[in-house]
T-cell receptor, first 116, second 111 residues
Framework: DTGVSQNPRHKITKRGQNVTFRCDPISEHNRLYWYRQTLGQGPEFLTYFQNEAQLEKSRLLSDRFSAERPKGSFSTLEIQRTEQGDSAMYLC??????????????FGEGSRLTVL | SQKIEQNSEALNIQEGKTATLTCNYTNYSPAYLQWYRQDPGRGPVFLLLIRENEKEKRKERLKVTFDTTLKQSLFHITASQPADSATYLCALRTGTYKYIFGTGTRLKVLA
């Protein structure tokens, strides 16, 4: 257990529905990342935060995806009008950014989304 | 665009042998490179980090090399065990602390 918690672990939904995933990082970690991973591929960067500020969002991410970290603690990733192509594992990771540190990422166990 | 490539095919080796995994990158000059292990259905777990000014790093049975001229890192597991079977990911950090991962190599150690 890395200390990063993701919920729900599994979500099955019908195409067109909205889904929301939550990530609770390690409490003192100020950086939080979201990745998407499909079978046989490495994690694909989606977005990341420094405290509550969203620093970058992948250009591959459509407008149906939105992420927030309202108080600089937990984060949510929402997918609106889900499509079958959204089926994947959504991974959250965090670390404590302090100047020029090396930044080992601590990952949660992921939230697996299946869109029918 | 930045690209990270790892052996796309699974690597099968006999127990006790040394496994060598490759990570090649293009269009980037990372300050350091990380390796992670991922088991099926789980999140990646950090293993090792090597900086651009380091040629080699060791941790127990693991060894990582980093050749910034070739733009390549090699990850070695010596005296491999069936418990080492997993997918191994390399990752580069950009200047803004965004981490880009390779596709991963699936290793299977046969008893």
């Amino acid at each position: 257990d890395t200390g990063v918690s993701q919920n729900p672990r599994h979500k099955i939904t019908k195409r067109g529905q909205n889904v929301t995933f939550r990530c609770d990082p390690i409490s003192e970690h100020n950086r939080l990342y979201w990745y998407r991973q499909t079978l046989g591929q490495g994690p694909e960067f989606l977005t990341y935060f420094q405290n509550e500020a969203q620093l970058e969002k992948s250009r591959l991410l459509s407008d149906r995806f939105s992420a927030e970290r309202p108080k600089g603690s937990f984060s949510t990733l929402e997918i609106q009008r889900t499509e079958q192509g959204d089926s994947a594992m959504y991974l959250c990771a965090s670390f404590l950014f302090q100047g020029a540190n090396t930044g080992e990422l601590f990952f949660g166990e992921g939230s697996r989304l299946t869109v029918l | 665009s930045q690209k990270i490539e790892q052996n796309s095919e699974a690597l099968n080796i006999q127990e006790g042998k040394t496994a060598t995994l490759t990570c090649n990158y293009t269009n980037y000059s990372p300050a350091y490179l990380q390796w992670y292990r991922q088991d099926p259905g789980r999140g990646p777990v950090f293993l090792l980090l090597i900086r651009e000014n380091e040629k080699e790093k060791r941790k127990e049975r693991l060894k990582v090399t980093f050749d910034t001229t070739l733009k390549q890192s090699l990850f070695h597991i010596t005296a491999s065990q069936p418990a080492d079977s997993a997918t191994y990911l390399c990752a580069l950090r950009t200047g803004t602390y965004k981490y880009i991962f390779g596709t991963g190599t699936r290793l299977k150690v046969l008893a």
